[in-house]
């Protein structure tokens, strides 16, 4: 895929996560100087397939897989360090030079109480419940909010600093994790901050020559005229502010999080890139007004390889929400969208496509970010003709189907933006590169 924008690029899923990002974003990485996470944590999963081995990423951003960039973490990621040790340890034992990675000083640490709590609130909520991947996430973010418990990369050098936080913590929430405990009848649960801290300096030890002030790193590089790439995890959909809350993340996982969770000026992004599933899918609770529960789904499943990288849940499944992508590409100014798994869809004899609302206060093409509004919408569809050939096979516009480029095209129309790339299948070069839209 061409760059002639000598600024920076942005990755972002336009749908609820999943979306084959990782792929992308390894195609891209050799063209950049440095891969950036700037949000969510390991409930993300990247599985990038290179060679024929699949790697399966969490906290480390994908350009690691790459020869050339470094890859960098930065202050609005919520980083489990044990998670990350094992990914590091996983992917050296692979092969994969991890050495190239800078953690922000700043990003806050997923302890192991954070863990608990998410499992906790989770059980405790029940039919209320979120459905969250319960790696910690939400606590995290919480703490960094609530300030006087949160514990940031640093603390794990300054055994002073993470003492104070982690006893604080500690404080706090062994009131609630122990009537929430009891009230599940579980044995009584006691968070010890002298064990909990032994841990994470351990992990400190270990990490400490990676944890860095990447706010000054980034900038230095822009002002070397290097090109970032920025790595969204998780999706818009699932965005804190902008997706279908509750049904959400706790970050800004849109491509409005970028400043804010890697210190980068928002002017330095030059192009955004929207990646999207040839349908749509979404993991955990929330509204999918294109949900299929019958053979479709099913196939497309089956088909898809739909299950959880981070938690092997199977993801729910549905025909293409164009409303939803139509927002999310709004939200995010994508500038060219990257279709993946348009391959999965072939062997239907129709397809459909979702272009407005039934809601109850009449018809809307406009996306609804509200979990519970959302949730009383009927999708309206559009038919169009299904392809049965396999395209895995092929490399070029002129090698698709007449139906399978018509729904592309499609896509292209509704949602008013260029399709730059169409996946057809998981390995790195199964890839249809497409220069200034599929209609042109
Ligand atoms: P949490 O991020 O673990 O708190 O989970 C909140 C919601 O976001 C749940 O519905 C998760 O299934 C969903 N979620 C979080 N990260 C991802 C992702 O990377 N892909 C798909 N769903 C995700």
């Known amino acids: 895929m061409a760059n002639a924008n000598p600024r920076s690029t942005a990755v972002i899923g336009l749908q609820w996560g999943d979306e084959g ?37 969490h906290l480390m951003p994908s350009g690691v897989l790459s020869d050339r960039a470094i890859g960098v973490i930065g202050n609005g990621v919520v980083v489990d360090p044990e998670a990350l040790l094992r990914e590091i340890d996983a992917l050296s034992a ?82 609630s994790v122990q009537r929430m405990g009891e009230s599940l009848g579980l044995e009584r649960i006691v968070l010890d901050p002298e064990e909990i801290c032994e841990r994470a300096l351990a992990w400190g030890e270990r990490l400490a020559p990676m944890i860095d002030d990447t706010a000054y790193l980034l900038n230095g590089m822009i002002r070397e005229g290097k090109r970032l790439l920025f790595e969204g995890a998780n999706a818009t959909l699932l965005d804190v502010d902008h997706g279908t809350y509750p049904f959400v993340t706790s970050s800004n996982s849109s491509a409005l999080g ?33 949900e299929l529960h019958d053979a479709t789904g099913d196939r497309i499943r089956e088909r898809g390889r739909e299950f959880g990288t981070t938690t092997g849940r199977p993801r729910r499944v549905g025909w293409l929400d164009l409303v939803a992508v139509r927002y999310s590409a709004m939200i995010n100014g994508v500038d060219e969208i990257a279709l993946t798994l348009l391959d999965v869809l072939s062997g239907f004899d129709e397809l459909k496509l979702c272009v407005a609302y039934e809601t109850p206060e009449g018809r809307t093409e406009r996306f609804i970010p509200d979990g519970e509004r959302l949730g009383q919408v009927a999708p309206v569809y559009e038919t169009m003709s299904g392809f049965g050939e396999d395209l895995s096979g ?47």
Do not use: W
């Open 21 to 57: 990002k990782g792929k992308l974003v390894d195609r891209l990485a050799g063209e950049h100087d440095a891969t950036v996470r700037f949000n969510g944590g390991a409930n993300a999963g990247h599985s990038v397939v290179v060679g024929g081995t699949r790697y399966a990423l």
């Open 94 to 175: 692979q092969g994969v030079d991890t050495s190239r990675l800078v953690i922000s000083d700043r990003a806050h640490v997923v302890l192991p109480y954070h863990k608990i709590e998410d499992e906790l609130r989770e059980a405790f909520l029940s039919g209320g419940a979120i459905g969250t991947t319960k790696r910690g996430i939400g606590p995290a973010y919480g703490d960094k909010v609530q300030r006087a418990s949160g514990v940031r990369m640093g603390d794990l050098t300054r055994p002073e600093t993470l003492r104070e936080r982690v006893t604080l913590a500690c404080r706090l929430k062994n009131v």
């Open 258 to 290: 970028i400043s804010p969770g890697s210190g980068v000026p928002a002017k330095a992004i030059g192009r955004v890139i929207g990646v999207m599933k040839a349908y749509s899918t979404r993991v955990g609770a929330g509204p999918m007004p294109t």
């Open 394 to 440: 092929c490399r070029s516009l002129d090698e698709l189907p007449a139906a399978a480029r018509a729904y592309v095209e499609r896509i292209e129309a509704f949602v008013g933006v260029p399709v730059g790339s169409i996946g057809v299948g998981p390995d790195r070069e199964q890839t249809i590169e497409v220069s200034g839209g599929v209609a042109v």
